[in-house]
């Protein structure tokens, strides 16, 4: 079963950046693409970004745009989550995804069930 390591969270004040990122503990773990969610305390997890992995074809929630960026590196098998002027209403925790099909990928990567493998999640903290 092939996990998901994150790393990159922590406390910032708003205005501030922090980068996210995620690695399959099988190097060769093949998945369409990958992809960020975040899940504040009361709420569903919703969906950040995605980007495929041999295109790099990147989608971002309204909310992020501009202020997000993902990007991956496919020698360090590695998906990143830059996160600049960060607000408030970005706390959460931020979970990476993959193992989604080509298939079900278009028009289907805004939806926590159509990943099959998560990370265990990340805190961002933002302060006003």
């Known amino acids: 079963q092939v996990q998901l390591v994150e790393s990159g969270g922590g406390l910032v004040q708003a205005g501030g950046s922090l980068r996210l990122s995620c690695a399959p503990s099988?190097?060769?773990?093949?998945?369409?693409?990958m992809g960020w969610f975040r899940q504040a305390p009361g709420k569903e997890r919703e969906f950040v970004a995605s980007?495929?992995?041999?295109?790099?074809?990147?989608n971002y929630a309204d909310s992020v745009k501009g202020r997000f960026t993902i990007s991956r590196d496919g020698a360090q098998n590695t998906v990143y989550l830059q996160m600049n002027v960060l607000k408030p209403e970005d706390t959460a925790a931020y979970y990476c995804?993959?193992?989604?099909?080509?298939?079900?990928?278009?028009?289907?990567?805004?939806?926590?069930?159509?990943?099959?493998?998560w990370g265990q999640g990340t805190q961002v903290t933002v302060s006003s």
């Open positions: 980007i495929t992995w041999r295109n790099g074809v990147k």
């Open positions: 995804a993959a193992g989604i099909s080509r298939d079900t990928y278009s028009g289907g990567n805004y939806y926590p069930r159509n990943w099959d493998n």
């Open positions: 099988i190097p060769t773990f093949y998945t369409y693409a």
